[in-house]
């Protein structure tokens, strides 16, 4: 009888932690240890390096990342390839089935977000800042608005699309921007959720803007915090 070599990445990913037949159960086993969920949120605008996924996870250590992105990629949720040149450097990308994750992440964290211990000033990354506005635009007053803006952080840009009562976000530049959102995650969450009055030259910490004032307006409005729940 020929004996078949089961490498530690195969048994990883094939062992079960639960005897239940609930797609939650096994939706547990794919993302439930520490990070997973986080690198997938990192992903969800397109692919990364290894070193940029980690200086946006603050505390995960580069031996426990590689673990569970070779986890991740042994469940079929994200691929490792090589950038085609003059890149030409490996990155990590999430599947199209991982990125159907989509709308897990956004309603997980609408849920904990009103949580008493939500706490919106820790550090937060510029892919996790951009999943909070897919997580917490308000659709009833998007249904009327259509506005493209742009948002520079210092080390990546994004492109926000507002229409058909959602918004859809990219990773890159966009020439149509109606205004340019400029500055730190922490500016965006004081501008965005805070509702600090928009300024030229982020003055009081919050993001610069440049080009329509009216239109960066439009779009801050339609965002907000969702109410706590009362504990106790």
Partial sequence: MKLEKVTEREKSSTKRWYDDACGTALALEFVGERWSLLIMRELMFGPR????????????SANVLTQRLEGLEANGI?????????????VYDLTDWGRESDSVIRDLGRWAARSPRHDPMLFMSPAS???SLKTLIDHDRARTERVTVAFHFPADAFIARVADGDVTI?????????????GDTMAMRHTVYGKHPLTRDGAGGTLAVTGDMAAAQGFVDLFALPPKITVG
């Fill in 170 to 182: 990219t990773r890159g530049e966009a020439g149509d921007a109606e205004a340019t959102f400029t």
């Fill in 49 to 60: 390096r290894f070193g940029e996924i980690k200086a946006n996870l603050p505390g995960v």
């Fill in 129 to 131: 800042a951009m999943m």
């Fill in 78 to 90: 994200v691929t490792r390839y090589r950038l085609p040149s003059p890149a030409n450097v490996p």
